[in-house]
């Protein structure tokens, strides 16, 4: 069983940009498979700040989502079920010095412009220097939201400093596949225990692709109704994720149409 109206914060859907979908008939397929398991709310979350790909321009990215929505506007008009779906821009934010520039003149892109940034870091970082980036973060007046963190050895290694991450008000999310199995039972297992540690905040997608990245929250919605309950797995897929997008971005902050 699904319900409609889930909430996809971290999707790869802007064509062309990063390992997503390559072009605009992908991405409305992308679309298309997360409509028919319930989503009606997708942020699109391009890679930036993170090679290869030189997504380092918050500007140009916003001016590169706004003219995808015209065009999925455009094709609404004869594709139905694009009506039901709201688009929102984010980005996953990869920890660099060149993300560190950019949070300081206030020109990151946050999810749906939200005070909530989603970020992602290399393996090989140190867990002080994790911690040092979610306070610079905090600082400038915005959330962390820490991606996939099912996925980094050094919390499989010790998943007390994702407990600590969450004590400091860092938002813990997990990728449905690793929920739901696809990516391993032993992956699966240690979601579980954080799960059962009630200490993630939130289940996404993280979509890339029709083949290998499929956007699945809808089966991880039925996992998790089916191994904890109805009500985490609301909260988890839709009431998580909606809470935190109205979440206002800091006012000090230039208004994100206003950056050149």
Not at 16 to 43: E, F, K, N, Y
Not at 107 to 130: C, N, P, Q, R, W
Not at 214 to 229: G, K, Q, V, W
């Amino acid at each position: 069983m699904t319900v409609p109206g889930l909430v996809d914060p971290h999707f790869h859907l802007l064509p062309g940009v990063d390992d997503g979908p390559r072009t605009l008939q992908d991405s409305v397929a992308l679309l298309r498979l997360a409509h028919a398991g319930g989503v009606r709310h997708v942020v699109a979350t391009p890679h930036m700040f993170a090679p290869p790909w030189n997504n380092n321009d918050p500007a140009e990215m916003r001016r590169t989502f706004r003219a995808f929505e015209e065009e999925i506007e455009e094709i609404s008009h004869r594709v139905a079920f694009l009506r039901d779906m709201k688009l929102s821009l984010g980005a996953e934010n990869y920890i660099s010095p060149e993300l560190f520039d950019e949070l300081e003149s206030g020109k990151v892109v946050t999810l749906g412009d939200s005070d909530h940034l989603l970020i992602e870091f290399s393996g090989f970082m140190a867990f002080e220097f994790v911690l040092s980036a979610v306070e610079r973060i905090k600082r400038a007046g915005l959330r962390p939201v820490l991606a996939h963190v099912e996925r980094y050895p050094m919390f499989q290694q010790n998943w007390r400093r994702l407990e600590a991450l969450a004590e400091t008000g860092c938002v813990l999310q997990l990728n449905a596949s690793s929920v739901t199995g696809a990516g391993g039972r032993r992956v699966r297992r240690f979601c579980d225990r954080l799960l059962k540690e009630s200490i993630v905040h939130l289940v996404a997608s993280d979509a890339h692709d029709e083949r290998s990245r499929t956007p699945i929250l809808e089966r991880a919605f039925n996992t998790l109704a089916e191994r904890f309950s109805m009500e985490d797995a609301v909260f988890l897929t839709k009431e998580s994720a909606e809470s935190m997008l109205l979440s206002p971005r800091p006012r000090s902050e230039p208004a994100p149409e206003l950056q050149q």
